[in-house]
Every structure is written in structure tokens, then in C-alpha cells.
T-cell receptor, first 111, second 116 residues
Framework: DAKTTQPTSMDCAEGRAANLPCNHS???????VYWYRQIHSQGPQYIIH???NNETNEMASLIITEDRKSSTLILPHATLRDTAVYYC????????????FGGGTRLMVKP | GAVVSQHPSWVICKSGTSVKIECRSL??????MFWYRQFPKQSLMLMAT?????????EQGVEKDKFLINHASLTLSTLTVTSAHPEDSSFYIC????????????FGPGTRLTVT
């Protein structure tokens, strides 16, 4: 699977949009971009995933560049409960493949 | 949505004893289960992958005789840490994937193991 690069940490003001970038310049055509987050001392929580189109759900939006070499996860109105480590993972979409976690971005939402 | 549970949520044991951690898929059949380990302030590291009814496949550097994995049914996998030592103290997280056609992984809440 392609490697991802994320900033180590970011701060965001409560109520503002949090934009978390991820670089995946070696992504292949059959690889999806997944985002998970991990709140302290809990298991990872699925947020969203996409292949090439932008995606939106009740938690977040995922913007993937046209060349698919980078993406941005957007939390539209960050709350204190969104403070967590956010992982961007690239994974091929076939049954034999598992999620491999990198360092992630530690997002701190501040009041 | 798919729910994965782990038991216990935390455990303290003495050095030299064995500890078993259970991972259950509550509302789906998990043909594949994954076990991860996470040390403080570090990312999740995959330890092993198990398919129901088969022997687990361990990642490089993970001792299969120390970390015994059993995946005897489609809803239950167990990880036994044998002869635990303080350096085995960690956060252990299981993940389950459903039957063919669904590639999504669902994670359990994790088990905090402390070896004294």
C-alpha cells in the first residue's frame, strides 16, 4: 500500500472547520483513501473513505485532488470531542488487504 | 452498524502469568480478525491476522509462541499473552472484517494490559 504523510499535530478553534491534510503521492489506481480517528484510550473509529470523488457523510467531508496525490479531511464545525489522532490510510480495495496505520495527526480542538 | 467488543477492557497481571483477551463481532460474521498493539504515544502496529479455522499469520518480529491467537468461530477470536512480562504492557486492539464482498474493518474498544 502507498505511504501517507500527515502533519504531526494541528490546533483548531472550537466551532471552526478543521482541515486535515494528507499526502499520498504514490497512490495506485485501485487504492482507496481512508480516514480513521482514535480518541485517547479507545479503538479507532471509521470516519470516511473515497476513491477519487469527493465524499461527505454526517461526520466529515473528504476532498481528494484530481491527481489523487493528496486529500483533505474536513470537520465542518469542530467540537472539543473531536480532539483525537486522525489517521489517513491508503489501502487497495481487495479482501486480502488490511489497514496499516502511520503516525497520524494529533488534532487539538481548543475552546 | 457493525460492532466489535473486547473483554476485558483492562487487566493487570503479574509477570510470568498468562492473560487471555477476547474479541467478538456482535452483529456480523468475521471471517478475518486482526490484532494490533499500541504503545503509549505510538501508532497501532499490526501483530497478526487470523482467518476463521486457520492458523494466524504473524507480522515480522511478533513471537507466535508468546502471542497465541485462536479464531475458532466466525464471531470470536482470542489473544493469549503467555508468560507476560512488563514490556508486554500495552493497549491491544482487535479488528474484524466481514465475509467476502465487504472489505471494511471494524475495531474493538481495546484492552489495556499492565504487567507488574
Amino acid at each position: 500500500d502507498a505511504k501517507t504523510t500527515q502533519p504531526t499535530s494541528m490546533d483548531c478553534a472550537e466551532g471552526r472547520a478543521a482541515n486535515l491534510p494528507c499526502n499520498h503521492s504514490t497512490i495506485s489506481g485501485n487504492e482507496y483513501v481512508y480516514w480513521y480517528r482514535q480518541i485517547h484510550s479507545q479503538g479507532p473509529q471509521y470516519i470516511i473513505h473515497g476513491l477519487k470523488n469527493n465524499e461527505t457523510n454526517e461526520m466529515a467531508s473528504l476532498i481528494i485532488t484530481e491527481d489523487r496525490k493528496s486529500s483533505t479531511l474536513i470537520l465542518p464545525h469542530a467540537t472539543l470531542r473531536d480532539t483525537a489522532v486522525y489517521y489517513c490510510i491508503v489501502r487497495a480495495g481487495y479482501a486480502g488487504n488490511m489497514l496499516t496505520f502511520g503516525g497520524g495527526t494529533r488534532l487539538m480542538v481548543k475552546p | 452498524g457493525a460492532v466489535v467488543s473486547q473483554h476485558p477492557s483492562w487487566v493487570i497481571c503479574k509477570s510470568g502469568t498468562s492473560v487471555k483477551i477476547e474479541c467478538r463481532s456482535l452483529d456480523f460474521q468475521a471471517t478475518t480478525m486482526f490484532w494490533y498493539r499500541q504503545f503509549p504515544k505510538q501508532s497501532l502496529m499490526l501483530m497478526a491476522t487470523s482467518n476463521e479455522g486457520s492458523k494466524a499469520t504473524y507480522e515480522q518480529g511478533v513471537e507466535k509462541d508468546k502471542f497465541l491467537i485462536n479464531h475458532a468461530s466466525l464471531t470470536l477470536s482470542t489473544l493469549t499473552v503467555t508468560s507476560a512480562h512488563p514490556e508486554d504492557s500495552s493497549f491491544y486492539i482487535c479488528s474484524a472484517r466481514g465475509s467476502l464482498g465487504s472489505y471494511e474493518q471494524y475495531f474493538g474498544p481495546g484492552t489495556r494490559l499492565t504487567v507488574t
